[in-house]
């Protein structure tokens, strides 16, 4: 492995133990052992429903980012209109999420969150070891990420739990995730703390 691959690996693996605590809509399901290979592979291939439309877009448009500036350099019309095109796009990609009821009947989840896992409140506990299929509702993107993970450790919530409503907590590693997915993950992750850190100064100078 040459030193830049190294940095590369490493700078990889200090993002995915970034943690911040945040709000998501979050649905966890037990996978069974002879059903994983399938599932993961129907992720890969994208054809997991609906609820990945809008991670799959994000995706997409990051991708698009440099060229669409070049055309902005070149034409602020052109780029303003293809802008307001993917806008459009995005309010269709809601409305597949909207049509996961099970997730939009949730209430938002307290959570612990990282790129490589999470500490999440569960009503019931988990034994570790135990394969989950992870779909999560980031904000205010609504972007859903569907992941595939295993129960680390699963515990009694106490007073310092990032949850109150629910009696156990849950560490939950994240053993199988979209690249693209991860990037989108990170990216809200970097959002996130730089809004925490924003509305932390703001009330300090108050």
Request: charged share 30%.
């Amino acid at each position: 492995m040459t030193d830049q691959n190294k940095q590369m690996k490493t700078g990889a693996d200090r993002r995915s133990f970034f943690r911040i605590d945040d709000s998501v809509r979050l649905s966890l399901r037990r996978v069974p052992a002879d059903e994983l290979a399938a599932r993961l592979d129907r992720l890969e291939q994208d054809l997991a429903g609906n609820f990945t439309v809008m991670s799959s877009l994000a995706a997409i448009t990051s991708q698009m980012a440099i060229g669409l500036r070049r055309i902005e350099n070149r034409d602020p019309d052109v780029a303003a209109y293809l802008r307001a095109i993917d806008q459009k796009i995005e309010v269709i990609g809601r409305a597949f999420i909207a049509q996961e009821p099970e997730l939009m009947a949730e209430a938002a989840v307290p959570v612990n969150l990282s790129a490589g896992g999470m500490c999440a409140g569960v009503e019931e506990p988990y034994e570790a070891g135990t394969p989950l299929e992870i779909r999560m509702l980031l904000f205010p993107s609504f972007t859903g990420l569907m992941i595939y993970g295993t129960v680390v450790e699963s515990m009694v919530a106490t007073d310092a739990a990032p949850s109150d409503r629910y009696r156990h907590l849950a560490r939950i590693e994240f053993t199988h995730i979209r690249e693209q997915d991860r990037e989108l993950l990170i990216r809200h992750l970097l959002r996130r703390q730089s809004d925490q850190l924003r509305d932390r100064h703001e009330k300090e100078d108050q």
